[in-house]
């Protein structure tokens, strides 16, 4: 089945411990992003990659990492947490011109809680 | 910067009940317009999108939206709601700017909730 999937699903932390969202697609698709969802700001987008190698900032990059070492998998790293980057993160994938010509495919999403 | 506007933050409908989401975006360029939606736990999934070509374009469930250029438009419309359309909706606009193509804006969603 074609598929986003990331984990965990929910994630309870403490300030300051290094943790890693996964992300892995298995549509073999060129791009991938990153969002967060918070209520009443809508998605806003963390990182993107076009290709393997290939990341750029979006509108809400700092305090978050990634990497796209394969084409399948896109990990969010989040160094030092804090609290406010509780929130619920979403990955998502497109085929090869990006989400502009073709739609999203998206994650089930990740909840995070940084106390 | 550009922005993607949705009016209405909830709406509160009966079944049967027609639906009207605006959308409106702030940039005269070339775009690509969708409508995701987020069921209640669920992740985002496209419910209808326009590239180019007739500005009516239907979508999954009954959904269709209009694509008015001078407005900068883009809203969503369905004649009878049900309670499984309680969700929230948002709208997302591409932005091209020359040969270039943009990226993915989107609006800050309106939740709908449809009474029995």
């Known amino acids: 089945e074609a598929q986003v999937t990331q984990n965990p699903r929910y994630l309870i932390t403490v300030t300051g411990k290094k943790l890693t969202v996964t992300c892995s697609q298995n549509m073999n698709h060129e791009y991938m992003s990153w969002y967060r969802q918070d209520p009443g700001l809508g998605l806003r987008q963390i990182y993107y990659s076009m290709n393997v190698e290939v990341t750029d900032k979006g509108d809400v990059p700092e305090g978050y990492k990634v990497s796209r070492k394969e084409k399948r998998n896109f990990p969010l790293i989040l160094e030092s947490p804090s609290p406010n980057q509780t929130s619920l993160y979403f990955c998502?994938?497109?085929?090869?011109?990006?989400?502009?010509?073709?739609?999203?495919?998206f994650g089930n999403g990740t909840r995070l809680t940084v106390t | 910067a550009q922005s993607v506007s949705q009016h209405n933050h909830h709406v509160i409908l009966s079944e049967a009940a027609s639906l009207e989401l605006g959308c409106n975006y702030s940039y005269g360029g070339t775009v690509n317009l969708f409508w995701y939606v987020q069921y209640p736990g669920q992740h985002l999934q496209l419910l209808l999108k326009y590239f180019s070509g007739d500005p009516l374009v239907k979508g999954i469930k009954g959904f269709e939206a209009e694509f008015i250029k001078s407005k900068f438009s883009f809203n969503l419309r369905k004649p009878s709601v049900q309670w499984s359309d309680t969700a929230e909706y948002f709208c997302a606009v591409n932005v091209r700017y020359g040969g270039s193509q943009g990226n993915l804006i989107f609006g800050k969603g309106t939740k709908l909730s449809v009474k029995p």
């Open positions: 998502a994938s497109s085929p090869v011109t990006g989400p502009w010509d073709s739609p999203l495919h």
